[in-house]
Each structure stands twice: as C-alpha cells, then as structure tokens.
C-alpha cells in the first residue's frame, strides 16, 4: 500500500474515541463537556489540559491513575483551586518523578497568568514552556506535552480533540513528537532525522501536510499505531 493512503487509512481508523478509554484526554474532555453545557469555564479547561498533559508520560493506566489523583486534589474544580492560591506542595511522588511541589508550582504560575489573562490561547508554545511550565526558554525544543496540548484544544475533526480554541488553526500544529512515533516516521522513511528533535518534528509535520491538508495532526494517529 502507497504509503500515504495507509497514512490515511490508519488515521480514519483510530481517530476513535473507543481507543481513548484510558488516555490523558478523557480529563480535558471531561470539563470541555461540563464547558459546553455551561458548568465549567474555559480555565477549568485549559488548566485540566495543563495537568493532563505535564503527566502524560509513562504507562497509560498509571498516567490516569495519577491525573485522577490530582483532580481529587482539585475537588474537580480546577479554576477555583489554581485561583485560591493553597496548594498541595510536598516532596512526595505525584507521578513517577513529578512531585505535588512541581504541581504547586505550576498552580502558581496558572494563577498568576490568569490574574491578567482569559485564556491560555494567547500563549506561544515557547510561552507555554516558560511563563506555566517554568522551563527556560528553548526554541528548538519538541515541547510535545505542548504541542500534545495544542492539539487537543485546537483540533475539531473528529471525536477526540476539542476544537475549543479558535484562533489557531489546525493548519498551524506541530506534531507532539515521542520515540514511538519518531520510529514510525523513519520506519516510513517521512524523516531522515537521526533522532527526535525540532527538525524531526517539522519535517514530519509538514509531509503530514501533504497528506492531511489543512489538518496535520489527523497523522498523529495513524503514526503512533503504526508498527504496534
């Protein structure tokens, strides 16, 4: 098969919310729904997509696990929790080698910009990175919790992302690179990078373009189930 119709093939298949159950989305997707019917805001949102995404590392089930464990912490109210400036902060393990100090932090940082800000849109992926994540800046970085944020909130084709911000075009994202899908993009010879880097990401991103015209990131999918 012509490796862009399986690209596409791939990609129909499993933009399926049934193959989702247990991933990081369901959180913002949660709050997105109560958004919509008018029992959330738009910070609950964004915010539960900045937990959701900081923690999307490692096995999927304890990724869940531990974005449950922090909306808890949130009495699943998200704006109201970041806004009261009171945090859980302690050594102890949030997630693998994430601790509930560096979620404190990252609440701070959520309160400090919403102080000034309505919506976390505004922000570059370099922005992101620095004014909520507290990273330094780097603008050859994948950033891909970034970019896997952007994603969700920017996409609307399909059940899974939430197409909430609409000053971004799809057109515009950049794919939220990880080793599995760096290999997938080798493996089908659509990078020759020899490692997961910016360039990598770009150059994946924009075949994936000619693929998925107007909507780069539908090859997510099809990337990250390739070769599994």
């Known amino acids: 098969m012509e490796r862009a119709e399986l690209l596409r093939e791939l990609a129909l298949k499993y933009q399926d919310e049934k193959y989702f159950v247990q991933d ?15 029992q959330a805001t738009l910070q609950d949102v964004e915010i539960s ?24 912490e949130m009495d699943w109210k998200p704006y109201e929790y970041v806004l009261r400036g009171e945090y859980k902060s302690d050594d102890k393990s949030l997630h693998r080698t ?12 959520l309160r400090t910009f919403y102080q000034a800000n309505h919506t976390l849109e505004i922000l570059s992926p370099d922005q992101m990175r620095t004014d909520i994540y507290g990273q ?11 970019h896997m944020l952007r994603r969700w909130m920017v ?25 599995h899908v ?16 910016y360039k990598a990401a770009l150059e994946i991103t924009e075949y994936l373009l000619q693929v998925f015209p107007d909507d780069p990131l539908m090859g997510d999918f099809a990337l990250f189930v390739y070769d599994m």
């Open 182 to 197: 760096f290999h997938s993009a080798v493996k089908l010879g659509i990078t020759t990078r020899k490692s997961p880097d």
């Open 136 to 146: 330094k800046s780097d603008l050859k970085a994948t950033n891909k919790k970034i």
């Open 49 to 72: 997509a900045v937990i959701s995404a900081h923690l999307a590392w490692g096995r999927r089930e304890m990724i869940v696990r531990d974005c449950h464990r922090a909306f808890d």
């Open 98 to 109: 994430i601790k509930w100090c560096d979620f404190a932090q990252i609440c701070g940082r």
């Open 24 to 38: 990081p989305i369901i959180f913002p997707k949660h709050f997105s729904k109560l958004y919509r019917e008018g």
């Open 155 to 179: 996409r609307t084709s399909g059940p899974i992302d939430l197409g909430i911000w609409k000053n971004i075009s799809p057109s515009e994202l950049i794919i939220p690179l990880d080793v």
